[in-house]
Nanobody, 125 residues
Framework: QVQLVESGGGSVQTGGSLRLSCAAS????????MGWFRQAPGKEREGVAT????????YYANSVKGRFTISQEKANNTVYLQMNSLKPEDTAMYYC??????????????????WGQGTQVTVSS
């Protein structure tokens, strides 16, 4: 059974940085598409970034390009989201998700089958 556990959320001021972590377990193969998504109150869940675990290929939403970086540490099955130059509009619950490798490089939440519980990110102006 796949388990995803996020950590690293918090409150920062505009321009600050946070690094989110997603500890993954229970995978039966190494070809996975891992992604970070976010959902603000009253809004739909949206894709932020994805990474293909074998090739390391990454893909970003236009709204975070140049500010966020998704990466992985294979040794401990962890995926990270480094968030720099944070803006108030980045405030949301952030979720880690996994899907079949063919899902990458997409950002459509419905194509990801496993989800973590989420970690809150709040950016104040």
């Amino acid at each position: 059974q796949v388990q995803l556990v996020e950590s690293g959320g918090g409150s920062v001021q505009t321009g600050g940085s946070l690094r989110l972590s997603c500890a993954a377990s229970g995978f039966t193969e190494n070809r996975i598409c891992m992604g970070w998504f976010r959902q603000a109150p009253g809004k739909e869940r949206e894709g932020v970034a994805t990474i293909y675990t074998v090739g390391g290929n990454t893909y970003y939403a236009n709204s975070v390009k140049g500010r966020f970086t998704i990466s992985q540490e294979k040794a401990n099955n962890t995926v990270y989201l480094q968030m720099n130059s944070l803006k108030p509009e980045d405030t949301a619950m952030y979720y880690c998700a996994s899907g079949h490798w063919v899902v990458c490089p997409g950002l459509e939440p419905s194509r990801f089958g496993n989800w973590g519980q989420g970690t809150q990110v709040t950016v104040s102006s």
